[in-house]
């Protein structure tokens, strides 16, 4: 995110407006995660807890959870 040119990369391709910001509405870890460069992470993580507090995304736990490895092997199996 903060490389030179990455926001105007990003309004070419998405044909909207792009900014560099910080995280926001973060609480306990600030100090660390105050830089662009987390903002998505940290956006990503923001998104999936207000989705399972409405009951949107499913909560699975223990052996229901697919490893880490399992999911990022079935994402490149769907995308490659």
Not at 40 to 65: C, N, S
């Amino acid at each position: 995110s903060t490389m030179e040119g990455v926001v105007e990369l990003a309004e070419e391709i998405f044909h909207m407006p792009v900014r560099l910001a910080c995280p926001q509405a973060v609480s306990g870890m600030t100090e660390v995660v105050n830089n662009p460069i987390y903002a998505t992470g940290v956006g990503l993580l923001i998104h999936g807890f207000r989705q399972m507090d409405l009951g949107r995304a499913p909560v699975l736990k223990g052996e229901e959870a697919p490893s880490l490895v399992e999911r990022m092997k079935a994402w490149f199996t769907g995308h490659f």
